[in-house]
Nanobody, 127 residues
Framework: QVRLVESGGGSVQNGGSLRLTCTAT????????MGWFRQTPGKEREGVAA???????KVADSVKGRFTVSKDNAKNTLYLQMNGLKPEDTAMYYC?????????????????????WGQGTQVTVSS
């Protein structure tokens, strides 16, 4: 079992910055790779960024150059630094963890029905 708790969401103006934090508790953390997803009402959940346990990261093209994902293995924590926020970044952001071999970093997703999800943190960007 892995429990994920996100924090750091909020409301900012266009061009602002936020840093999301996801802390994982439970066992076999080193076997899990983690990532960030976001979802708006009526739309499918979208992979935003992910990190493996060797520091290899991947971010979606829609946020490349603005968002950075990083991981502190010692603290079991995943971060998402979001700069240059735009109104279209407004969404509920979720942290997820799944066994590393289940991830497809090319499309920033993992096998459906596997893995763990946090409760989400809302990010709102006003124009």
């Amino acid at each position: 079992q892995v429990r994920l708790v996100e924090s750091g969401g909020g409301s900012v103006q266009n061009g602002g910055s936020l840093r999301l934090t996801c802390t994982a508790t439970g066992d076999t953390y080193s076997s899990y790779c983690m990532g960030w997803f976001r979802q708006t009402p009526g739309k499918e959940r979208e992979g935003v960024a992910a990190s493996d346990n060797d520091g290899v990261t991947k971010v979606a093209d829609s946020v490349k150059g603005r968002f950075t994902v990083s991981k502190d293995n010692a603290k079991n924590t995943l971060y998402l630094q979001m700069n240059g926020l735009k109104p279209e970044d407004t969404a509920m952001y979720y942290c997820a963890a799944a066994l590393c071999y289940l991830w497809d970093y090319g499309v920033l997703s993992f096998q459906a029905g596997t893995g763990y999800w946090g409760q989400g943190t809302q990010v709102t960007v006003s124009s």
